[in-house]
């Protein structure tokens, strides 16, 4: 099984930047996927990046070129840089991982406030 803790949520003005991590421990050497959700009050959960297999990297229109997804294999962590935040950014940011043997795992989620 595989265990995720997300860090690094806050409350920032608008244009500001926040670093979330994932860190995952358990069975870390299945894990062929990483990816970085969220969910808005009212809305259903989105993909936001997602560090697949080959690491192949993707975004989702609404963060391209302002989010970055980066990892440390050594600390089994996953990151998601995010810079010139927009309300619409707020929203509870959840980490995600799939274990190849025994399927997919979520973090508890960490709220991002982004203030106008």
């Known amino acids: 099984q595989v265990h995720l803790v997300e860090s690094g949520g806050g409350l920032v003005q608008a244009g500001g930047s926040l670093r979330l991590s994932c860190a995952a421990s358990?069975?870390?050497?299945?894990?062929?996927?990483r990816d970085w959700y969220r969910q808005a009050p009212g809305k259903q959960r989105e993909l936001v990046a997602t560090?697949?297999?080959?690491?192949?990297?993707n975004y989702s229109d609404s963060v391209k070129g302002r989010f970055t997804i980066s990892r440390d294999n050594a600390k089994n962590t996953v990151y998601l840089q995010m810079t010139s935040l927009k309300p619409e950014d707020t929203a509870v940011y959840y980490c995600?991982?799939?274990?190849?043997?025994?399927?997919?795992?979520w973090g508890q989620g960490t709220q991002v406030t982004v203030s106008s």
């Open positions: 995600y991982a799939t274990d190849i043997l025994t399927g997919n795992y």
């Open positions: 358990g069975s870390t050497s299945r894990i062929i996927a």
């Open positions: 560090f697949g297999t080959g690491a192949t990297i």
